[in-house]
C-alpha cells in the first residue's frame, strides 16, 4: 500500500473514533451538548470523513469500509432516532443554523435521550467501521 494510501486510511479511522468519542463525551456530560464548539468540530470531522471515504472508495480493498462509512453518515437513523436529515447533511448545514434549532442539535439530542441499547447501535456500528479500517495495515 502506498505510504500516502496507508495515511489516508489512518485519518479516515481517527476520524471514526473521534466521532465516536464526541458521541460517548456528549452522552456522559449532556452539558457539552449546549456546546457549539463541540458541535463545530463534531460537524468538521463528520465532512471530512465524507470526503475522504469518497475520495477512498476507488480503490478496490476500501471499497466496502468507505461504502459504509458513507452509509452511515448519509443514512438518517433509524428509530428510535428519527431525524429530518442524515448525520452528513445536519453537519453540512449546522453553522447556518442557530445552535439549539440545528437539525445536528437535535440528532445529537435525541441520541443522548434514548436508551443504552438504541445508542450501542449507533457504536456498534462505529466500532464495526473503525475494525474494518483497522484490517488493513
Same mark, same amino acid.
Given at each position: 500500500m502506498p505510504a500516502n494510501r496507508s495515511a489516508e486510511?489512518? @485519518?479516515?479511522? &481517527? %476520524?471514526? @473514533?473521534?466521532?465516536? +468519542? !464526541? #458521541?460517548?463525551?456528549?452522552h456522559t456530560d449532556h452539558v457539552l451538548? @449546549?456546546? &457549539? +464548539? &463541540? #458541535?463545530?468540530?463534531? !460537524?468538521s470531522v463528520v465532512q471530512d470523513l465524507e470526503i475522504e471515504s469518497q475520495i477512498n472508495v476507488k480503490d478496490k480493498k476500501y471499497k466496502e469500509s468507505? @461504502?459504509?462509512? %458513507?452509509?452511515l453518515l448519509f443514512t438518517p437513523w433509524g428509530a428510535p432516532f428519527v431525524m429530518d436529515a442524515s448525520l452528513l447533511e445536519a453537519a453540512q448545514i449546522?453553522? $447556518?443554523q442557530e445552535h439549539q434549532a440545528s437539525d445536528l442539535y437535535k440528532i445529537v439530542? +435525541? $441520541?443522548?435521550e434514548h436508551s443504552e441499547m438504541s445508542e450501542s447501535q449507533i $457504536?456498534? !456500528? #462505529?466500532? /464495526? !467501521?473503525?475494525?474494518? #479500517?483497522? /484490517?488493513y495495515k
Open positions: 486510511i489512518k @485519518e479516515m479511522k &481517527t %476520524h471514526l @473514533e473521534s466521532i465516536r +468519542n !464526541a #458521541l460517548h463525551r456528549i451538548i @449546549e456546546d &457549539t +464548539n &463541540t #458541535l463545530q468540530k463534531l !460537524a468507505c @461504502e459504509i462509512i %458513507h452509509h449546522y453553522k $447556518f439530542k +435525541n $441520541f443522548v $457504536f456498534k !456500528a #462505529l466500532d /464495526d !467501521a473503525i475494525q474494518s #479500517l483497522s /484490517d
